[in-house]
């Protein structure tokens, strides 16, 4: 017991006893010694109990010491010092950190790994997937692919009577720039994605059959990438289908109403949409005339115009009537057509 235990102790106890031994000497001096005795145990206990708590002098510094100690009083017994300490080392070397400072770290790593996703602009390219008509002539006006890094652009080719054209070999201008691939052997597919973020060069495309090469201008672009770019050759490929119940007068690459029409985007707004009873024919009027958009074969009434698209889609110009004939699989369709 301490010093300072011992001068506690001895002031109660003449506090205590004083009263007693002034009233009745013999009995009160043993009823004041139990009371000391009393008060010098609850004393004891208190400083025992602060003394439990206080935290021991340590070259280890311990994270969290009041959750810690805390946590040793559900023990059987009292730790010593010395072993506080180790406990506390050992709960330190584990765990460094706090759960608030691992939750901040975790949201720094999160932002990082977010911010270093983002392209340098701060936004994602605005995506396009489009078709062009492209011509085999050497005077006939080059087109560009516009790709961003981490996307690949789809290129594929199409003849005019809207088939498969396949590839016979390409090669591009700066292969360390973009990276340029074929789906497989003897596909009409060719994928492109860029390996700078700055680049330009141009590809060239050999179709099967053909001798005249298609050029293509290939360069980055942070505003927008083309996924996917149809191209329709003016010509026929190998595996061109003509049909030899109709005379389809010839392709107009020119023709971008038409070629709208084919796409199914790009439609003028001032073209009014109509109603058929048949889902894979879809029409509408425009002007003093009527468009229908069909995977299917028109026979009647005759069209002034027709284009054909990739996937054997057609569309048709033709005089407003309310019911066509189309050829599908094999069977005669009428088709009816309504506002």
């Not at 009393?38 to 708590?53: G, P, S």
């Not at 995977?295 to 889609?313: D, F, K």
Request: proline letters at 7%.
């Amino acid at each position: 017991m301490t010093m300072r235990t011992s001068g506690a102790v001895l002031c109660v106890l003449l506090m205590t006893t004083a009263p007693a031994l002034a009233q009745d000497a013999p009995s009160g001096l043993a009823q004041a010694a139990a009371q000391g005795t009393q008060r010098a145990e609850q004393i004891n206990q208190q400083q025992a109990d602060q003394q439990q708590y206080e935290q021991p002098d340590s070259e280890f510094p311990v994270i969290g010491s009041d959750h810690l100690l805390k946590s040793l009083d559900e023990l059987d017994r009292p730790l010593s010092p010395e072993e506080i300490t180790a406990y506390g080392a050992a709960v330190q070397s584990q765990m460094p950190m706090t759960p608030e400072l691992i939750r901040d770290y975790k949201r720094r790593v999160n932002e990082s790994q977010k911010a270093a996703a983002q392209p340098a602009t701060g936004f994602r390219p605005k995506a396009i997937s489009d078709q062009v008509q492209v011509s085999l002539e050497a005077a006939a006006q080059t087109t560009a692919i516009k790709t961003s890094p981490g996307t690949i652009s789809n290129l594929a080719f199409f003849d005019r009577t809207g088939k498969a054209w396949p590839i016979a070999s390409y090669g591009v201008g700066r292969p360390n720039a973009f990276q340029v691939y074929a789906m497989q052997e003897g596909s009409n597919q060719l994928m492109i994605t860029p390996l700078l973020p700055h680049a330009f060069t141009n590809l060239t495309v050999s179709l099967v059959g053909e001798d005249r090469p298609l050029i293509i201008d290939v360069e980055t672009n942070e505003k927008v990438t083309q996924y996917r770019r149809d191209y329709q050759v003016d010509g026929l490929g190998p595996n061109a289908h003509v049909s030899t119940a109709v005379s389809a007068p010839p392709s107009r690459a020119s023709n971008q109403v038409m070629m709208a029409f084919v796409q199914g985007a790009g439609i003028p707004q001032n073209a009014t949409r109509l109603s058929t009873d048949e889902p894979s024919v879809s029409a509408w009027r425009y002007g003093k005339d009527l468009y229908i958009r069909t995977t299917s074969t028109l026979l009647s009434p005759s069209w002034t115009e027709s284009q054909t698209g990739p996937g054997s889609v057609h569309a048709y110009k033709l005089k407003p009537t309310p019911v066509a004939l189309i050829s599908s699989d094999g069977s005669v369709k009428k088709v009816r057509i309504f506002q």
